[in-house]
């Protein structure tokens, strides 16, 4: 497994494992890229622009909260208020 370092390099059979248990699914690269967001237009990004999900969302005019996940609500929203925001 190229690339795997520290925590993730002594476990991949457990973490894929796990994976697999949460329901992804794992296919060969070449049936990946063929997947239609391979094939939708890049919108232009700086050298550490967005996550390529906000750049599919963006290119199929989909609106995404701050990198792609909802907005924290309940006690989160609340310790954030508390600490962060003045």
């Known amino acids: 497994m190229a690339g795997l370092r ?3 390099a002594q ?3 457990r973490t894929l494992t796990t994976l697999a248990r949460l329901g992804y699914r ?3 690269l070449d049936e990946a890229l063929r997947d239609e967001a391979y094939r939708s237009p890049e919108k232009a990004s700086g050298r550490f622009g967005p996550s390529w999900l906000a750049r599919w969302a963006r290119a199929k005019g989909v609106k ?3 990198y792609g996940q909802p907005d924290p609500a309940g006690q989160t929203a609340a ?3 508390q600490l962060c925001v003045k």
């Open 26 to 28: 794992f296919v060969p």
């Open 6 to 8: 520290g925590l993730n």
């Open 64 to 66: 995404l909260s701050v």
């Open 79 to 81: 310790w954030h208020g």
């Open 11 to 13: 476990t991949p059979d």
